[in-house]
């Protein structure tokens, strides 16, 4: 057998994963050139597949559980079933890191049945990883992308029902204000900031960066994070975001959502500024 297919029917934080996430054509090879190092695949708790980054040291996703965490931290956490229930059917979503396509293809499969339309606006510096997912995963939102170069951007696209997606190929911090230029990416609604950790990945973590991701919000945006890092919240509060705690997933003690409104809450600030690292800013880097 050279390929095997996933099914997905289990449980995180006492919820079921429906099926149809069963996408990934697995090649016997656990091992994958990228234009950045070598990835890994590595199968995490729920039985999804996630990749290891040689050259950012660090798993896409955690070991948890990779869909089940891509539900949890992202279209929960920016409210995307209840932005559309509020009536909001055009709904824009941008992606800060691509990696293995979870999070669109979570979002296309959560979508498919609601009447809306959805524009998922994904970004990545490593197009290998790109023409990987194209290969290997056989969700139907891969099936079609083609690939196109305006002006001084690449970019991928398909649409599928209502679903249409963008891949940026590209250091974000550039590809993104190209695709401003071109109209591709503006008023968005909700905002999954899931690049490596801060650590490993600090330049889509500064001040300049969450600057650039307010332009390119609606006013009602969510943005969610897995990231609970003072350094991170403070980098956020710089670039005039509100910020506020949200449960973490699975051993995660805490995970960060930011906003343009809401009452933030005094203590946990002050606990944020209390944090020894400083805000992340470009010229750190
Ligand atoms: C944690 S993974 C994203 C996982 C992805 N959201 C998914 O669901 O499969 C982070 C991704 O960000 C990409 N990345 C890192 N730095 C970048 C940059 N400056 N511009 C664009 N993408 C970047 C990495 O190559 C990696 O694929």
Known sequence: MDRYLLTFQHIWNNRVIPTGYKTIKMK????FDGILGTYTIVETEDQSFTLHSEYF???CHSESGAVAETLYNYFEGCEVAQQIQNGQNDLKIFEVGFGLGIGA???????KSSKAKCTFISTEIDEALVTWTMANDTSVIYNSLEKITD???????????NFTLLILIGD???????AMKLGLVSNVNAIYQ???SPKKNPALWTNEWFTLLKELSDKDVIMSTYSSAGEVRKSLLNAGWKVFKRLGFKAKRSATIAKFYGEMDEN????VH??????LEDKQL
Do not use: W
Not at 152 to 158: D, E, F, H, R
């Open 274 to 279: 209390r944090t020894p690292n400083p805000a």
């Open 268 to 271: 946990f600030i002050a606990n």
């Open 151 to 161: 002006h001084n951007l690449t970019y991928y696209k398909s649409t599928t029902d």
């Open 57 to 59: 040291d660090e798993n």
């Open 28 to 31: 016997e090879k656990k091992k």
């Open 105 to 111: 293809k979570v979002t296309y499969e959560q979508l």
């Open 194 to 196: 899931d690049a490596f």
């Open 172 to 178: 974000a911090r550039v590809s993104t204000v190209e």
